[in-house]
């Protein structure tokens, strides 16, 4: 494994239960600023498709159109703060 692909491997590692704990109300927002400080849009790609399917795997928080709607909310405003168009404050 190279070395960037292992790095990208732990960062998905550490930070794969972030967005379950932020769709369910246990961290704020700004528990995302060390995945948005990355600018990297496909690694947050990859943390937001992992966070899908660890949720959507889970069974007492089955992927519901509400809860799918907050989560691609969350995403759209992650990638609009990648991108420079927004903050998190």
């Given at each position: 494994?190279?070395?960037?692909?292992?790095?990208?491997?732990?960062?998905?590692?550490?930070?794969?239960?972030?967005?379950?704990?932020i769709v369910?109300?246990e961290?704020?927002?700004?528990?995302?600023?060390?995945?948005?400080?990355?600018?990297?849009?496909?690694?947050?790609?990859?943390?937001?498709?992992?966070?899908?399917v660890?949720?959507?795997a889970?069974?007492?928080?089955?992927?519901?159109?509400?809860?799918a709607?907050?989560?691609?909310?969350?995403?759209?405003?992650?990638?609009?703060?990648?991108k420079?168009e927004?903050?998190?404050?």
């Amino acid at each position: 494994m190279s070395p960037e692909a292992e790095n990208y491997l732990l960062f998905l590692i550490t930070h794969h239960d972030r967005m379950h704990h932020i769709v369910r109300g246990e961290y704020p927002l700004h528990a995302l600023k060390d995945v948005i400080n990355r600018k990297d849009i496909d690694l947050f790609n990859a943390f937001f498709l992992s966070s899908l399917v660890m949720i959507s795997a889970l069974g007492e928080d089955q992927i519901l159109e509400d809860l799918a709607n907050r989560l691609f909310i969350i995403k759209d405003l992650c990638f609009r703060i990648i991108k420079g168009e927004t903050t998190l404050e």
